[in-house]
């Protein structure tokens, strides 16, 4: 069974920093593509960032220049770093992961529980 736990949500001003962390446990044959969605009220669940297993990345382009996604593949930990927070990034962020769990089997997605990020204006 794996399991995903974020943390590092919180409030924020806008112009400030928040650095969202995603580890996965259990049981983990191969870590593919990681990465962080989000959804505000009201709307639907949009892409915020990935990195593939090779490191590459790519960003939404409401937070292109602003936002960092890495990871750590011996935490198994991908971390989301915001800088210049916006109002408009006020959202609950999620993890998702496409784990293999054994050589036998077939990958599946996993999602976090979401951590809310807030920013005031």
């Known amino acids: 069974q794996v399991q995903l736990v974020e943390s590092g949500g919180g409030l924020v001003q806008a112009g400030g920093s928040l650095r969202l962390s995603c580890a996965a446990s259990g049981s983990i044959f191969s870590l593919n593509t990681m990465g962080w969605y989000r959804q505000a009220p009201g709307n639907q669940r949009e892409l915020v960032a990935f990195?593939?297993?090779?490191?590459?990345?790519n960003y939404a382009d409401s937070v292109r220049g602003r936002f960092t996604i890495s990871k750590d593949n011996a935490k198994n930990t991908v971390y989301l770093q915001m800088n210049s927070l916006k109002p408009e990034d006020t959202a609950v962020y999620y993890c998702?992961?496409?784990?293999?769990?054994?050589?036998?089997?077939?990958?599946?997605?996993?999602w976090g529980q979401g951590t809310q990020v807030t920013v005031s204006s």
């Open positions: 990195i593939t297993s090779g490191g590459s990345t």
């Open positions: 998702h992961a496409q784990i293999t769990p054994n050589r036998l089997a077939n990958f599946n997605f996993y």
